[in-house]
């Protein structure tokens, strides 16, 4: 569930949510409202809930000269969360070469594009940027591979930004773990399924959008002013080791390993 409220004061800062609609970009558009920020959420298609007083603008971020017109327009911008991405469950093998790269250019050229038209804005407010990464960057991804090595490249892309745009742009990543979100159990199935992934989690459970959320608007904050070109990693401790529960020495009486 999100928080009531956020120690966080972003009151008078404008913040740009990509893909702030649903799930973790939802969790990330309230968090920034409960921190006093002026949220505007862009996305393809408008939020099916409430998002309190976000604008929302439609905006196909595949589109350069449209995203450019789009940051353009704004009087003013602060922060800018390239979140707007993902990926259907796909092997590679059973998709032609222009599917998959579809998915990398949601996940790593749409964020590059979108930067690039915020700069300007971000320079004058001595703004930051965070990009919304995922652990599918740096383990293999079986069924998502596209999406896995656009997060890679993601997370490489922000640490470049962050040297060539200092000191006046901060470019930060976080590296997101499992999120339950209204969409979770098209990966991981139903309650029965959650629960089990939930428990391969050191945390003992998924991370809530707010969580993701709330460690945006600690990026996004003075009290980070001197991280940048950092990999915030927000997913519960990881992923407990397979070969832990598959090896047969050092178990306790209740067949677990320690």
Known sequence: MDRPG????????????????????????RAFQRAGAHVVVCA???PEAPLGKADFVPLDLRDPAAVQAFFD?????????????GAPYRPLAEAGA???ARVIELNLTAPLTASIAARDHLRRNRGSIVMIGSVSGSRPSPGSAAYGAAKAGLE??????AVEWAPEIRVNTLVVGMVRTEL??????????????????PLGRLAQPSDVGDAAVFLASDAAAYISGASVHVHGGGERPAFLDAATANKDQRGETR
């Open 98 to 100: 222009e599917r998959h």
């Open 44 to 46: 393809r298609r408008p």
């Open 156 to 161: 490489h892309l922000a640490r470049s930004m």
């Open 6 to 29: 956020s120690a966080v004061d972003l009151g008078g800062r404008t913040v740009v949510v990509t893909g702030g609609t649903r799930g973790v970009g939802a969790g990330i558009t």
């Open 73 to 85: 327009a704004l009087p003013r911008l602060d922060v800018l969360v390239n979140n707007a991405g």
């Open 184 to 201: 979770a159990h098209l990966h991981y199935g139903g309650e029965d399924g959650l629960a089990a992934v939930a428990r391969t989690v």
